[in-house]
């Protein structure tokens, strides 16, 4: 997994230095340019889940609705990785996992036409960082509680 982030964090990064070199060409006000201490908070990020990713990134410059799909997009690989262990040892339940998959689709796709909805009309992303911050905190008291239901449940 880490590899993979080194690679892409190096691809990305020679192709900003082909844009820089062409005098910025396609270049945005929020993007962030790997070198020095982002190169070394970005492949930090390498390493953690979605609660890490978005604030992070956020706090690091890049724009809310950036943000939240970069998370994503990189959860999505740790997922596959993930999933794929378990189908190898048998221990993952496919029927269960196209249902959720299924109904996830359905859940990201109203929440983009939701969220862009939301930004046509007002013309901010506050929406996109209150419904993070949500998701923290909701994840922040949550995780403890299930867990200790489960460790309770086993004992």
Known sequence: MFACVVAAVKVTASDQA?????????LSESDLIFRGSVLRQ???LGLGGGVIYNPLLMAMGVPPKVS???????VMFSTISTSGMYLLFGRLIVDYGLWIAAW?????IIGLKGANW???????????VF????????STVCVPL???NDLKAKS
């Open 68 to 74: 939240s799909s970069t998370g994503m997009f990189l």
């Open 18 to 26: 082909l844009k820089e070199k062409y005098g910025g060409l396609n």
């Open 104 to 108: 996830s689709c359905v859940g990201s």
């Open 131 to 138: 419904v993070l911050t949500f998701m923290l905190m909701l």
């Open 118 to 128: 939301y930004m046509r009309k007002y013309n901010r992303q506050s929406l996109i």
């Open 146 to 148: 299930f867990g200790a």
């Open 42 to 44: 970005v492949l930090g």
